[in-house]
């Protein structure tokens, strides 16, 4: 693709550089066929010129770290061209007359073909190398973008099988019992796996969506706790027209239960809080904890650390997120600013 758009950027401006030297300067004193017999032979020799200032004296010496063969290639290159832009003045575009009244070899002349040669040259090797630098710009994003969503399949695989993995032993645990409530618990996770396998592919679903997830995880939770358990969700506005990230919000949940009221063994609450103010979605999640328990929801990078990497990728400079560690309650509070299509409902892809 780069070495096509490079090709027609050249065709456009040699063939410019072509008409200009012929008509712009026939325009001054009506000698077409001099001026275009002109133009017909300085632009092959200055198309070589700069062929050969690119892609020999810049790329195979210049960037390879060859700085002084390239300044000993450009001084002898520019006296060749120089004198041969010269040569043909000389010999086949001024006439007869002229050339007695003029030596071949005469500095002031020779100088001011070079620097007529290679301002054409340096112009040439703008276009060039801005094209090339779009172009390695483009490439870049594309695979920032392809390591963007790497990285955010890597943290959504890292959440899946975990929360699958804690959701199996409590049914495990049902079943050792023969438990009733076992096959509820059943058919509470093949609707979430339904929920991991499809929307979690999605790229912003509707808050709604999540919370539901949430609320069904919650209440796989509830069976394990039994009455000891208080958990109060509570969404205290309208969120219809806000999207988010699918399985952002299950760390926060999880963690409440692994590092919170997993450790007590009296009765214990967790509250969530949902709300939107000002173009904000606010997030608050609280739980009780036993005093000297921690609650800090790492393990091999699993948890609120998970959270953190994922709102760096995807809410860059529009987010915050902070955790209060206290002695019996730990809470994590996480703001993010809704903008575009987030404040439709979306459709994720």
């Known amino acids: 693709m780069l070495k096509s758009k490079i090709l027609r950027t050249n065709l456009i401006f040699w063939t410019c550089y072509f008409l200009y030297e012929w008509l712009a300067n026939a325009a001054y004193d009506g000698e077409y066929k001099q001026h275009l017999i002109a133009a017909a032979l300085y632009t ?157 592919r999605k790229t912003i679903i509707p808050l709604e969506q999540e919370i539901e997830y949430i609320s069904n995880y919650i209440e796989l939770e509830k069976i394990r706790y039994g009455e000891r358990l208080d958990i109060a969700v509570n969404v205290l506005n309208n969120t219809k027209h806000i999207g988010i990230s699918p399985f952002l919000l299950l760390p926060l949940v999880e963690n409440c239960f692994k590092h919170g009221v997993s450790n007590e063994i009296d009765t214990c609450w967790i509250r969530l809080d949902i709300l939107s103010n000002d173009g904000w979605l606010i997030i608050k999640v609280e739980n009780s904890k036993s005093p000297n328990g921690k609650c800090n929801g790492t393990r091999n990078g699993i948890g609120l650390e998970n959270v953190k990497r994922r709102l760096e990728i995807l809410y860059p400079d529009r987010h915050e997120f902070k955790c209060i560690d206290e002695d019996q309650t730990f809470l994590a509070v996480l703001k993010i600013k809704t903008m575009g299509y987030e404040n439709k409902v979306p459709v994720g892809g």
């Open 44 to 200: 092959p020799l200055l198309f070589a010129a700069t062929i050969f200032t690119i892609h020999v004296l810049i790329k195979q010496y210049y960037f390879k770290g060859q700085k002084a063969q390239f300044w000993i290639g450009l001084i002898i290159s520019m006296l060749a061209f120089g004198i041969a832009r010269r040569a043909l003045n000389y010999y086949f575009i001024y006439p007869p007359n002229w050339r007695s009244m003029q030596q071949f070899l005469f500095v002031p002349k020779i100088i001011f073909e070079i620097v007529g040669t290679y301002l054409i040259v340096a112009l040439n090797a703008m276009f060039y190398f801005l094209q090339a630098w779009y172009e390695q710009q483009r490439i870049t994003q594309t695979l920032q973008k392809d390591k963007v969503e790497a990285q955010l399949e890597l943290l959504k695989s890292q959440v899946q099988p975990h929360f699958i993995f804690n959701t199996l032993n409590n049914i495990y645990s049902l079943s050792t019992h023969n438990s009733p409530k076992t096959s509820d618990l059943i058919y509470r996770l093949s609707s979430l796996l339904s929920y991991t396998l499809y929307d979690s």
